[in-house]
Nanobody, 121 residues
Framework: QVQLVESGGALVQPGGSLRLSCAAS????????MGWYRQAPGKERELVAT???????NYADSVKGRFTISSDNAKNTMYLQMNSLKPEDTAVYYC???????????????WGKGTLVTVSS
């Protein structure tokens, strides 16, 4: 099986910065894509940013220019650098990965448990 574990969530003041990490472990043959999603209180989960194994990135309009997604393929780890944080960024941030599990031999979608980011003064 494959596990995704997020870390780095914290309470931060508006305008501050945080870096989230997502570490994948287990029976990983290949990770095709990884992404960050978030779910704010009372709202549905939404896409924040994605990165492919070749480094292609995509961002939600709400975070463009403020957030940067990156990955370290050797470590099976993904990062989300968040700058100029706003109260509306408050949410549980979830790591997502499309992984070719060596036990199954085909791509499967995995999710982490989430890490809480609270932006408040």
């Amino acid at each position: 099986q494959v596990q995704l574990v997020e870390s780095g969530g914290a309470l931060v003041q508006p305008g501050g910065s945080l870096r989230l990490s997502c570490a994948a472990s287990g029976s990983i043959f290949r990770i095709n894509n990884m992404g960050w999603y978030r779910q704010a209180p009372g709202k549905e989960r939404e896409l924040v940013a994605t990165v492919t194994s070749t480094g292609t990135t995509n961002y939600a309009d709400s975070v463009k220019g403020r957030f940067t997604i990156s990955s370290d393929n050797a470590k099976n780890t993904m990062y989300l650098q968040m700058n100029s944080l706003k109260p509306e960024d408050t949410a549980v941030y979830y790591c997502n990965a499309d992984v070719v599990d060596s036990r199954f031999g085909y791509v499967r979608d995995y999710w982490g448990k989430g890490t809480l980011v609270t932006v408040s003064s």
